[in-house]
């Protein structure tokens, strides 16, 4: 199983099988993917490219083959960037372009949208066509910087009416209304929401 962060979209987890190439033997912390097919695998993925992205590999046999095979893996999302700077700042110096950004980049609001939203519709709450629609918002957002398209505040504005209670894991601050999420991310944040928690986890990773 392979994906890179942000994977909001079901298609952005894929299943490959891996195979021994003794040419790429001399590689290493490197995923190596096929040239073949219409379609880059590293596309497939949030819309990912070669320059630098980092991917998250599993080889777990306790999840994969058993809660995780290939004919339950979804089509990927269609990650098409903008190319043609359609706005820009009335001025021509930097200070202009960064408060024109700061003004328009909202890709933390909507990847909190997506999570307290998938949360909200359960355990098939990240095939749910308004968590998909946040999905494509937020391939756009993630790129403002690069391409200059940004996400209208208007695109997502009735989707923020369905969430009046934030699950608890976002740790929202206290006039928000905080419900305990019963989803498998609620139940990581309170098993790990510990002080002797976190002293094991750091002692063990400080092991490794």
């Given at each position: 199983m392979i994906t890179r962060n942000p994977c909001t979209h079901p298609g952005d987890i894929r299943v490959l099988t891996g195979v021994d190439r003794p040419e790429f033997a001399h590689l290493t912390n490197c995923v190596v993917f096929s040239s073949k097919g219409p379609r880059p695998?590293?596309?497939m993925m949030a819309g990912g490219d070669l320059d630098g992205d980092v991917y998250f590999v599993c080889w777990e046999k306790a999840l994969l083959g058993t809660h995780l095979r290939k004919d339950m893996v979804v089509a990927p999302q269609k990650y098409e960037k903008p190319t043609i700077l359609k706005e820009k700042p009335e001025g021509n110096e930097i200070?202009?372009?960064f408060i024109w950004y700061l003004e328009r980049d909202v890709l933390g609001k909507i990847a909190?949208?997506?999570?307290?939203?998938?949360?909200?519709?359960?355990k098939d709450g990240p095939k749910h066509p308004d968590c998909v629609l946040l999905s494509h918002l937020a391939s756009v957002a993630v790129d403002f910087a690069k391409h200059g398209e940004c996400v209208s505040k208007l695109e997502y504005a009735h989707i923020e009416k369905i969430i009046d209670v934030w699950p608890d894991f976002l740790e929202k601050?206290?006039?928000k209304r905080i419900k305990?999420?019963?989803?498998?991310?609620g139940k990581l944040y309170r098993s790990l929401n510990y002080d002797a928690a976190m002293l094991e986890f750091q002692k063990n990773d400080y092991k490794n």
């Open positions: 695998m590293c596309n200070s202009d372009f909190n949208l997506h999570l307290a939203l998938c949360d909200h519709y359960g601050k206290p006039k305990i999420s019963d989803g498998i991310l």
